[in-house]
């Protein structure tokens, strides 16, 4: 059996997955409160036996937690813990970007979805809004916006009189009072962004591409996105799936 983690700026996910590639559990806990009492919470929950994990791999872009959890489990476990940039990546995508500086979790995405003949942009809402450009089997780059979360905290944090707000969908465009104006403007304006920079990916490169978006907000935006898409949000696990075959 496999332990595969995606460790991300606000959420850790951690999966037990067997060699079918069958996803057995999985767990959740914030990447910010990280310690001993909670991994041997969590991690009692996801693995009933230690001694029948073969491979440890993560995907992480926050390197403390990252080095907790390895820490831990290297107590646990007589196995080496993977991040991902430890591995070849090479041998399963070309990459056309600074490698020290492209996040693991958006190589896992590109990995998870590259083939000879599609070309892909992944969208995925996390604490930043980022965008993918995949063609065939080559990772180009991407576009890093503001997340939507932390910019509704930071906008209700720093206006006085803006309270915190529930993003949820909307049919109307202008506000008649403080809270419907702040939501119409996060969430056309984001519907709006990912809609422009779609199109300029498009032609910028002179391609077309498959859309395909993942993460927390993706649910509340995936219907007032005029681009087709799809939605999947396994893509993170399904890429660590692909990638865990490179450990030997």
Do not use: H
Not at 28 to 48: A, D, P
Not at 131 to 146: E, H, L, M, W
Not at 170 to 196: M, P, Q
Request: glycine share 6%.
């Amino acid at each position: 059996m496999y332990i595969l983690g995606d460790i991300g700026n606000s959420e850790t996910k951690v999966y037990l997955v067997d060699t079918k590639n069958t996803i057995l559990r999985n767990i959740n806990f914030s990447s910010k409160q990280i310690n001993n009492k909670t991994l041997n919470q969590k991690f009692k929950y996801l693995i009933k036996d230690f001694k029948s994990i073969n491979k440890i791999l993560f995907c992480s872009v926050v390197p403390k937690s990252f080095y907790l959890i390895k820490k831990f489990l290297s107590k646990k476990i007589k196995k080496k813990c993977y991040e991902v940039k430890d591995l070849k990546l090479r041998s399963l995508i070309n990459i056309k970007v600074n490698f020290k500086q492209v996040g693991s979790d958006r190589l896992t995405n590109a990995i998870s979805l590259i083939n000879k003949k599609d070309n892909f942009i992944i969208l995925d809402f996390g604490t930043a809004t980022t965008f993918d450009v995949v063609t065939q089997n080559t990772y180009k780059g991407g576009i890093i916006a503001p997340g939507i979360k932390i910019s509704l905290n930071t906008l209700s944090d720093k206006a006085t009189l803006i309270p915190k707000i529930n993003l949820k969908q909307i049919k109307k465009v202008i506000g008649n009072d403080t809270i419907s104006a702040v939501r119409s403007g996060f969430f056309w304006g984001y519907a709006g962004l990912i809609d422009n920079i779609v199109n300029l990916i498009k032609k910028e490169t002179g391609k077309s591409f498959k859309l395909v978006i993942t993460g927390g907000f993706s649910d509340l935006l995936k219907n007032s996105i005029k681009t087709k898409l799809k939605q999947n949000k396994d893509i993170t696990i399904k890429g660590l799936i692909k990638i865990s075959k490179l450990i030997k």
